[in-house]
């Protein structure tokens, strides 16, 4: 029997409903700990979501606990975890047995998984309680593999009904091009050895737990699938037919014109960009039209919008990144006005210079270009150009060429990937867009990522920001958001901002 097919082929999934809960007392810490977790599948109707367990204690009293969301499973699931930790001494209080229900709400809506309306028990340090339907799991599935892991760890839990006689992962590092089957292994201590509780194992409800250890060594990601054999055959949990994934942190760009002190509020301004670069943990940031105050040429550090960004960077998120930054032209008769680039990896090489013919200061369309080459873990050496071309008639083509003659000599065959990032002033369907993809030699990573789309929405196109990876790098764009539109991030400057996210092909 296959797992996914329990709950969700049969019909019996419903919008909420509860996969496994966990209740454990913990001897670990010289304080005893009472710990509650809830993993909850819900279907996936609308982005804004909230999902919550009701539960009560011993004493009778209902309490209320948020979930959050965990991973993505299956076809437009997703699994949401909730925890509660409870010490004693301290606040004195154990819940002891539980019971609970599940809410998710949606869309104005309520859907409840309360048991068919006798709610869930579990006994306190009973180890898991496993949905019903369900008779092999991979448990407390995490997607992320951390830097420098090389191990990494599956507990199952089987039904010991099924009478299990082996437990393996069968797993690829390469996209199934190789495949590997470690087995697992029954630990009758498994709940005292991992958290000094006294569960059984297998505990009252049925449930064995067996592990298994992945040997990973230094591979981006690992996509796996759980077999169990039984004296009736073989029965799998693959994720509701999509297989489970656990990968490295991606690479993470953003480009954003800055609009050269133009904008009104503006350190706000400036303070909501570093908001949006720290909650989504951006690697590599391009910026155009950076101002500095002219100064009758000796420039102003300390008004260099880019710097700016960073010092919010560090003071309000504790975050440091390198900078590097370099002046084209005057800009609105009073700044220096160029490009940067920050990146949470130091530089490796960095240079700037013109990709115009002209190289007056007092023209507008003197274009320098700044280039930075990093090197980024388990991908490899990365440039990241940042550009600010003119129109088409004041000299697009020629600084493309040249910004392209100039990269090609810096794409070695130890470059994993090279990019161009930043305001190309041509949409897509112009002579300047078409210039820089007819040849494939480098791509449009957003149109990529939405490769999906409808065709209207590309209709509506009128991109002039754009993130170009040349065609023979050895990553691919696996996400890409448009930022400060209003929505998530309030508007920062007349241009949008593009940020995706590269993972290895």
């Known amino acids: 029997m296959n797992f996914s097919r329990s709950l969700v082929d049969c019909g019996k999934m419903k919008a909420v409903q509860l996969l496994y809960a966990k209740n454990v007392i913990s001897g670990k810490k010289e304080a005893v700990q009472q710990i509650l977790e809830f993993f909850i599948l819900i279907e996936n109707i609308a982005y804004q979501k909230q999902v919550e367990v009701f539960w009560a204690g011993q004493d009778g009293v209902w309490r209320t606990t948020k979930a959050e969301y965990h991973a993505s499973v299956g076809q437009n699931l997703e699994l949401w975890r909730a925890k509660a930790t409870f010490s004693a001494p301290g606040n004195g209080f154990?819940?002891?047995?539980?019971?609970?229900?599940?809410?998710?709400?949606?869309?104005?809506?309520?859907?409840?998984?309360?048991?068919?309306?006798?709610?869930?028990?579990?006994?306190?340090?009973?180890?898991?309680?496993?949905?019903?339907?369900?008779?092999?799991?991979?448990?407390?599935?995490?997607?992320?593999?951390?830097?420098?892991?090389?191990?990494?760890?599956?507990?199952?839990?089987?039904?010991?009904?099924?009478?299990?006689?082996?437990?393996?992962?069968?797993?690829?590092?390469?996209?199934?091009?190789?495949?590997?089957?470690?087995?697992?292994?029954?630990?009758?201590?498994?709940?005292?050895?991992?958290?000094?509780?006294?569960?059984?194992?297998?505990?009252?409800?049925?449930?064995?737990?067996?592990?298994?250890?992945?040997?990973?060594?230094?591979?981006?990601?690992?996509?796996?699938?759980?077999?169990?054999?039984?004296?009736?055959?073989?029965?799998?949990?693959?994720?509701?037919?999509?297989?489970?994934?656990?990968?490295?942190?991606?690479?993470?760009?953003?480009?954003?014109?800055?609009?050269?002190?133009?904008?009104?509020?503006?350190?706000?301004?400036?303070?909501?960009?570093?908001?949006?670069?720290?909650?989504?943990?951006?690697?590599?940031?391009?910026?155009?039209?950076?101002?500095?105050?002219?100064?009758?040429?000796r420039g102003d550090w300390n008004s260099n919008a880019a710097k700016i960004i960073c010092d919010h960077l560090r003071k309000s998120y504790h975050l440091s990144y390198h900078l590097y930054t370099d002046w084209s032209h005057i800009g609105f008769a009073r700044f220096c006005e160029g490009s940067a680039i920050l990146s949470k990896y130091r530089f490796l090489g960095k240079e700037s210079e013109y990709i115009s013919n002209r190289q007056d200061i007092y023209s507008i369309h003197a274009r320098k270009a700044v280039m930075v080459q990093v090197h980024v873990p388990y991908m490899g050496f990365v440039n990241v150009f940042s550009v600010h071309l003119s129109w088409w008639s004041d000299g697009f083509r020629e600084q493309f060429e040249t910004l392209r003659r100039c990269a090609s000599l810096r794409h070695g065959p130890d470059v994993a990937a090279t990019f161009f990032c930043g305001d190309f002033n041509a949409a897509p369907g112009s002579e300047g867009y078409a210039l820089v993809t007819s040849s494939q030699e480098y791509e449009d990573q957003f149109l990529k990522a939405m490769s999906g789309q409808s065709s209207q929405r590309l209709r509506d196109d009128h991109r002039i920001d754009y993130i170009f990876m040349k065609g023979n790098s050895n990553l691919i764009v696996s996400a890409a958001r448009v930022l400060f539109t209003g929505e998530a991030y309030r508007r920062v400057s007349d241009h949008c901002a593009y940020y995706m996210e590269f993972e290895p092909n």
């Open 94 to 297: 154990l819940p002891g047995n539980i019971q609970f229900a599940l809410r998710y709400r949606v869309l104005g809506e309520d859907y409840w998984d309360n048991n068919y309306s006798r709610d869930y028990i579990i006994e306190a340090d009973s180890g898991i309680l496993v949905h019903d339907e369900v008779f092999l799991l991979n448990l407390g599935y995490c997607q992320h593999l951390q830097l420098g892991q090389k191990v990494y760890l599956v507990m199952v839990s089987v039904r010991r009904s099924l009478s299990p006689r082996r437990v393996d992962i069968v797993w690829t590092t390469d996209g199934w091009i190789t495949q590997n089957q470690t087995p697992c292994l029954f630990q009758k201590d498994f709940w005292y050895q991992t958290t000094r509780s006294q569960a059984g194992n297998p505990n009252q409800y049925g449930w064995e737990i067996w592990v298994g250890k992945i040997g990973i060594g230094h591979a981006y990601r690992v996509e796996y699938a759980i077999v169990c054999d039984t004296d009736t055959g073989k029965i799998w949990d693959n994720n509701f037919g999509k297989n489970y994934l656990a990968r490295r942190e991606p690479l993470k760009i953003l480009t954003l014109n800055l609009h050269c002190y133009q904008e009104n509020d503006q350190d706000a301004k400036f303070a909501e960009i570093a908001r949006a670069i720290s909650e989504l943990s951006v690697d590599i940031i391009c910026f155009q039209e950076v101002g500095e105050y002219w100064n009758d040429g």
